[in-house]
């Protein structure tokens, strides 16, 4: 849906100057940059801990299954809200909507600082774990990978949306297909796992609860298509399809990985192993198939990497909308068609993370640890919203209905809640920084724009605009 054309300031009285416009990307487009968000390194480290926690093999592939109808279900609640309020600030601009400013711009403070700048540098720490293997740097030489990396992509995204995007589509399209190979590997190769013997495993529910933990964690990055929606072709109607595509995509590959895995291990051979993906294509192809998986997970890592990069620096952007003392990160880069002043900030903060957690024991688990507990509290707290949004505007006419409301969006949020209380008890001290970190943020607050300044702002050649209701 498209607004009217705003006047520029300074422009004669009469005369409309064109919004200059940001629909650049496809709904083929959205859905690559979902599912490289998505299908990353997960898959080649949470199997092993999914089927410890698990006492049976169809209890294995059932969680698979139940994470994916999960995902399927948040999916479908960020549909409605995407497309009601299509906007490149996403669950920034949901959460303003039903709750009011102060607390979307303390989420903005949170993605920025812990949320996705966190996951910057957890992605880039796993893709130096991978490169020191093959070219070692020393006793920090996966901080200084992951430093790289994070500079070179933000590089490339700040330059223009039309790099970033062509970028994802490379690396996605070699990742799939590599997690292809292994998949038809698996399927065909050798049946008979190796008896490791049966262990422990923790009884009823909890055991259930440990293993949709690690699931939901590899299944997660799905949200991010918000992000996309201010820039979609004909948002209102594609984002819909965007997600649900891009979610079927995204378990069918992983039901079926997980299904080549435990053909070729075995239950026993999953819990035993550390590194499943290794350990299967050598079962299945012999040893020289090491190498393809050592390429798999580092093609794995750029793709997350670079989609992560995309679609964090636009709420950098939202964020300099609305507070006066960042209003240089609401600048628009109409040249590339970027956020780039957005792109710059974020990967400085992913550096300095990256040199905190280059002193940790595990700089990739102390980042997921940190971000966590916060993720899932503004996670749940965007599920509330299309609550809000609906007893708010009962009359709105929305482009896409959630099915099988109010039902869909409780799972979404009961569902929320747990993962929140599981960060909590199930991860380390990290996960307490990040909520300081989260708190720091608050004084942030005394700084936003007053409307009218807020007015000017979005009215601005390059602001971003979002549909007024209906």
Request: glycine share 10%; net charge positive.
């Amino acid at each position: 849906m498209s607004l009217p054309a705003q006047a520029e300031p300074g422009a004669h009285k009469g005369v409309q100057a064109a919004a200059p416009s940001r629909a650049t990307l496809s709904v083929f487009d959205a859905v690559i940059i979902l599912v490289g968000l998505v299908v990353g390194i997960g898959i080649f480290r949470t199997p092993s801990i999914v089927a410890n926690s698990v006492s049976s093999e169809w209890m294995f592939m059932l969680v698979w299954v139940i994470g994916g109808a999960v995902t399927l279900v948040g999916a479908l609640c960020y549909a409605e809200l995407s497309a009601a309020h299509p906007d490149t600030g996403g669950e920034y601009h949901f959460l303003s909507r039903a709750y009011g400013r102060p607390l979307a711009m303390l989420f903005g403070w949170a993605r920025c600082t812990v949320i996705q700048t966190g996951a910057i540098a957890a992605v880039a720490f796993l893709l130096g774990d991978y490169l020191t293997q093959v070219m070692p740097l020393g006793p920090h030489g996966s901080a200084l990978y992951a430093a790289l990396a994070v500079i070179v992509l933000t590089g490339v995204n700040a330059i223009g949306t039309a790099e970033g995007k062509n970028l994802q589509i490379v690396v996605t399209f070699l990742h799939l297909a590599i997690i292809a190979a292994i998949i038809v590997f698996g399927l065909v190769g050798p049946t008979a796992p190796p008896n490791h013997g049966t262990l422990a495993v923790p009884p009823g529910t909890a055991a259930l609860g440990v293993a949709m933990i690690f699931v939901l964690l590899t299944y997660g990055g799905w949200n991010e298509a918000a992000y996309l929606s201010g820039e979609l072709r004909d948002a209102p109607r594609n984002i819909a399809r965007v997600l649900t595509i891009g979610t079927l995509v995204l378990v069918t590959f992983y039901v079926l990985t997980n299904l080549a895995l435990l053909s070729v291990l075995g239950l026993d051979g999953l819990r035993a192993s550390d590194a499943v993906a290794t350990d299967m294509m050598r079962a299945a192809a012999g040893p020289s198939a090491e190498l393809i998986v050592t390429l798999a997970v580092v093609v794995a890592a750029i793709s997350t990497l670079n989609a992560t990069i995309f679609t964090g620096a636009r709420a950098f952007h939202a964020m300099g909308r609305d507070i006066t003392a960042l209003r240089w990160l609401g600048v628009w880069n109409e040249r590339g068609r970027s956020p780039a002043n957005g792109h710059i900030v974020q990967g400085a903060l992913a550096l300095v993370l990256i040199a905190v957690g280059a002193f940790t024991r595990d700089g990739f688990k102390a980042m997921v640890d940190f971000t966590a507990p916060v993720f899932w509290a503004f996670l749940l707290l965007v599920g509330g919203a299309l609550f809000v949004l609906r007893w708010r505007e009962p009359l709105r006419v929305l482009p896409y209905r959630v099915p099988w409301y109010p039902l869909t969006p409780a799972i979404f949020c009961l569902t929320c809640l747990y993962m929140l209380y599981a960060s909590l008890v199930y991860t380390g001290a990290a996960a307490w920084i990040g909520l300081a970190v989260l708190a720091s943020g608050i004084p942030v607050l005394y700084f936003q724009r007053s409307p009218k300044h807020r007015a000017v702002a979005r009215d601005a050649p390059g602001a971003t605009r979002s549909n007024p209701p209906t």
